[in-house]
């Protein structure tokens, strides 16, 4: 009988060891699990991290670009002989012929312009066409002030002249 | 009273090993004990599952939010495109009839 106990005793030694061992190791299985789960969460935070910041840089690549587009609407102080120039050919291209009068630098809202007195000579389709064409020309510009008289009447039609203002944004380079 | 110690004690003794081994009954209630310890640590182990399981917030990062507008520039560019299709209609899509000429 005492030596059942003693067996008994033993076995429940045994178990209780086993038991302290188990939750021993379990408890620092799961310790180790949580700076697993810890670090993989830190992972997934510098991960989404640097998506970010590619996503950012190439929204300001994009911007940037954006940008250069948006100054290319503006003529930069030292183009202006070859926008006048520009404005010359938009005449040739369409049968009539542009004159510089005057040009003068102003300024609106803090931004500089120039003001740009301009003869345009040709049958009124022409002269009219140029003066559109001028007015919704890929540049900061708008048409302030315009008069056209016929200067010379034949059976064909008139040669017309007209006086035209345009104010157009410039950008200092 | 005396009545009732004597059941106790009779219940005790009915509690108690016996004089002769028994194995089987050992081993059964070895077993049963075993499977018993098993059960629980699997709903104790299903449970911290599902408390690990559930989100808690921790160590998310916020979607990239921009932080500027581009609405200015969006609308500028659809200024220029409108005036890009308005200077080709100039070129090549309206007539001007010369006021001068007589009316046919």
Known sequence: MTRTYTHLAIALLVCA???AGYAFWY??????????????LSVAARSEELRNIQEARNAL?????????LQGYFVP??????????????????????????VTEGEREGRGTVSLSLRITGPFDAVMRTVGALEYAPYDIVLTNFSADAVE????????????????????? | M?????????????LSYGKRLQPARDWFVLVSLALLALGALAVVSVWMYLEGARPTGEGEVPTL????SVDALDKTEALFEKRAEERSRYEAEYLFV???????
């Not at chain 1, 102080?77 to 009068?101: C, H, I, K, N």
């Not at chain 2, 939010?65 to 500027?68: L, Q, S, V, Y």
């Open chain 1, 77 to 102: 102080d030292a183009e202006v002989v070859p926008f006048l120039e520009e404005v010359g050919d938009v005449g040739r291209t369409l049968g009539s012929v542009v004159e510089v009068v005057s």
């Open chain 1, 17 to 19: 060891a086993s038991a």
């Open chain 1, 61 to 69: 690549v994009t911007l940037t670009e954006r940008e250069a587009n």
């Open chain 1, 27 to 40: 408890l620092h299985v799961e310790k180790t699990g949580k700076k697993v789960a810890a670090l993989e």
């Open chain 1, 153 to 173: 009447r034949g059976e064909a039609g008139a040669l017309w002249g007209a006086q035209a203002t345009y104010e157009v944004g410039t950008r200092t380079l």
């Open chain 2, 2 to 14: 005396n009545t009732d110690l004597n059941k106790y004690l009779s219940f005790l003794s009915k």
């Open chain 2, 98 to 104: 010369d006021p001068s000429l007589p009316a046919s």
């Open chain 2, 65 to 68: 939010t921009p932080a500027f």
